[in-house]
T-cell receptor, first 117, second 111 residues
Framework: GAVVSQHPSWVICKSGTSVKIECRSL??????MFWYRQFPKQSLMLMAT?????????EQGVEKDKFLINHASLTLSTLTVTSAHPEDSSFYIC?????????????FGEGSRLTVL | GQNIDQPTEMTATEGAIVQINCTYQ??????LFWYQQHAGEAPTFLSY????GLEEKGRFSSFLSRSKGYSYLLLKELQMKDSASYLC????????????FGTGTLLAVQP
């Protein structure tokens, strides 16, 4: 199947700093990527839809100035958590839909676990 | 609004069969997905249903009834490695093309 790679897998940072997470589609082009957040023992919550060459679409309650999304190419989207605080500690997962599978299966990156001290 | 319900936790015995149910209420319907997620890892695709009926893939099968807003994932010949969370996700109609996930069912397989 299609491959989505996410980096870094783990990141620990101090409160107030910014953290950038990269999401790459390795063997297909993705005009749209999705960023999810998952707290322990909870399901995936969609944060925003990243659109190549245009602004991201944020879900209700997600601060666009805090979670900056850039989708500069057909294979790369980045999520920057600005001025991170302990409550931002979570598992962040990106995904992209590939048409390689016919019905547009959603492929996930490996996830990035953010811990803010 | 969008609503997807699954049981929070289930327990089953190695070698047995388990059925995980999912009910949904969404604005339109373009398909239902099941994903498996082990702790600390990203979800992996298990199955996709868009028409009513049963889709079988090895030890895993998935059923859909669109009129009832209902699906289930059936796991046969359970193995210890099947212990994981199972996520039901629905693709609503419309141009947004976003998957909506249920809360997930944590399955514990016991010896």
């Amino acid at each position: 199947g299609a491959v989505v790679s996410q980096h870094p897998s783990w990141v620990i940072c101090k409160s107030g700093t910014s953290v950038k997470i990269e999401c790459r589609s390795l063997d297909f082009q993705a005009t749209t990527m999705f960023w999810y957040r998952q707290f322990p023992k909870q399901s995936l919550m969609l944060m925003a839809t990243s659109n190549e060459g245009s602004k991201a679409t944020y879900e209700q309650g997600v601060e666009k100035d805090k979670f900056l999304i850039n989708h500069a190419s057909l294979t790369l989207s980045t999520l920057t958590v600005t001025s991170a605080h302990p409550e931002d500690s979570s598992f962040y997962i990106c995904s992209a839909r590939s048409q390689l599978s016919g019905f547009g299966e959603l492929f996930f990156g490996e996830g990035s676990r953010l811990t803010v001290l | 609004g969008q609503n997807i319900d699954q049981p929070t936790e289930m327990t089953a015995t190695e070698g047995a069969i388990v059925q995980i149910n999912c009910t949904y209420q969404t604005s339109g319907f373009n398909g239902l997905f099941w994903y498996q997620q082990h702790a600390g890892e990203a979800p992996t695709f298990l199955s996709y249903n868009v028409l009513d009926g049963l889709e079988e893939k090895g030890r895993f099968s998935s059923f859909l009834s669109r009129s009832k807003g209902y699906s289930y994932l059936l796991l046969k010949e359970l193995q210890m490695k099947d212990s994981a969370s199972y996520l039901c996700a629905v693709l609503p109609a419309g141009a947004t093309n976003k998957l909506i996930f249920g809360t997930g069912t944590l399955l514990a397989v016991q010896p």
